[in-house]
């Protein structure tokens, strides 16, 4: 079944670092989320790419997504505390019918 | 709007008792769905709903029996409680159920269940 891989699985960096998760895919995907969860909480969506090549920013955030629609990067510059939490990618592939899948989430840790 | 309401927020049981998670939405959302979180796994899809009286499988339903009477509510069932299926348990619901590009899905703020 489709299968999805993040990395990497923990980040630790200090304050006005960059940091980056990865999500990659066997198989091609139909479209991609991304989901911030604070210590403690519930899933926040973030983004959703759906077009090969795709590059979205939101403030310090840039997603991309793979020309193969295989992959995808989300890259934070500037790391600020608030921005402390996992972020899960969850994918969509071609065949599938409603179910995302998900990633097993990188945690992004801010060295005090 | 309240969104996405999940009861109980914390629950703990004896192995083999049943109890329902609670699920309700307001924003007319066809699709609901629950999932699990367990610790370095991301979650898991439990069952879902693409309407009223319409519901499937997931990933991880065995243990598990939901229904859709209403569009509002998604009711999760546990018949017999284990202590494999402590977790965190999270419903989350979604404007739209198209089959290529769907919606966001909004989360609750999730149920936190033990089982001894």
């Known amino acids: 079944g489709q299968q999805v891989m993040q990395i990497p699985q923990y980040q630790h960096v200090q304050e006005g670092e960059d940091f980056t998760t990865y999500c990659n895919s066997s198989t091609t995907l139909s479209n991609i989320q991304w989901y911030k969860q604070r210590p403690g909480g519930h899933p926040v969506f973030l983004i959703q790419l759906v077009k090969s090549g795709e590059v979205k920013k939101q403030k310090r955030l840039t997603f991309q997504f793979g020309e193969a629609k295989k992959n995808s990067s989300l890259h934070i510059t500037a790391t600020q505390t608030t921005d402390v939490g996992t972020y899960f990618c969850?994918?969509?592939?071609?065949?599938?019918?409603?179910?995302?899948?998900w990633g097993a989430g990188t945690k992004l840790i801010i060295k005090p | 709007n309240a969104g996405v309401t999940q009861t109980p927020k914390f629950q703990v049981l004896k192995t083999g008792q049943s109890m329902t998670l609670q699920c309700a939405q307001d924003?007319?959302?066809?699709?609901m769905s629950w999932y699990r979180q367990d610790p370095g796994m991301g979650l898991r899809l439990i069952h879902y709903?693409?309407?009223?009286?319409?519901?499937d499988q997931g990933e991880v339903p065995n243990g598990y029996n939901v229904s859709r009477s209403t569009t509002e509510d998604f009711p999760l069932r546990l018949l017999s409680a284990a202590p494999s299926q402590t977790s965190v348990y999270f419903c989350?619901?979604?404007?739209?159920?198209?089959?290529?590009?769907?919606?966001?899905?909004?989360f609750g703020e999730g149920s936190r269940l033990t089982v001894l």
């Open positions: 924003m007319n959302h066809e699709y």
């Open positions: 969850a994918v969509r592939g071609v065949d599938s019918n409603y179910q995302l899948i």
């Open positions: 709903s693409v309407g009223a009286g319409i519901t």
């Open positions: 989350a619901s979604s404007y739209q159920g198209a089959r290529v590009v769907a919606g966001e899905l909004f």
